[in-house]
């Protein structure tokens, strides 16, 4: 498998921010920065994508510092949402979508990794570009889509009721 010290924590830590938002989805329908599921989820995943600007196979800045960098960009404006415009029900809208694309985006990175590695010796892909790898995000890319309907109706049966 070949993971430095830092491929290990980063990715120790990776997995609990994603299990953290799954909890987040399953009990509240979104990731919840005022749960402890959303705390967990906004931290970890912020150490995960600094500590991604460490790793790199190819050597040097890559795309999937660009990714981390941006997933971080995504978690830091629905923080400031969160924080900063409390009382404004349009805001929660961003918050939850902005949320809500970094958990699939860093989903993207995961399941490449995954592919390629799982199982040891012989794993499901060969490449990025494998088929099962495409046709895994793809199946996510509809769950994104299909989630993110669900919280926005959600948020505006919560937003008429405020």
């Known amino acids: 498998m070949g993971l430095s010290n830092l491929g290990i924590f980063h990715t120790a830590i990776g997995v609990i921010a994603i299990v953290a938002a799954v ?25 995960t994508s600094l500590t991604a600007l460490g790793l790199s196979k190819q050597g040097g800045f890559n795309p999937g510092h660009i990714f981390a960098l941006f997933i971080v960009v995504l978690i830091l404006v629905a923080f400031f949402l969160y924080s900063k415009r409390k009382e404004n029900n349009s805001a929660r809208y961003f918050e939850n ?66």
């Open 23 to 47: 909890a987040g989805f399953i009990r509240n329908g979104k990731i919840d920065l005022s749960q402890l599921t959303g705390k967990i989820y906004f931290y970890l995943t912020l150490i």
């Open 97 to 162: 979508a902005l949320l809500t694309f970094s958990f699939f985006l860093s989903l993207v990175p995961t399941v490449n990794e995954t592919f390629t590695r799982v199982p040891i010796g012989h794993p499901l892909a060969k490449a990025p570009t494998d088929p099962i790898v495409g046709q895994t995000l793809l199946v996510l890319f509809v769950l994104f889509v299909i989630g993110s309907v669900f919280q926005f109706r959600k948020q505006r049966r919560i937003s008429k009721l405020v």
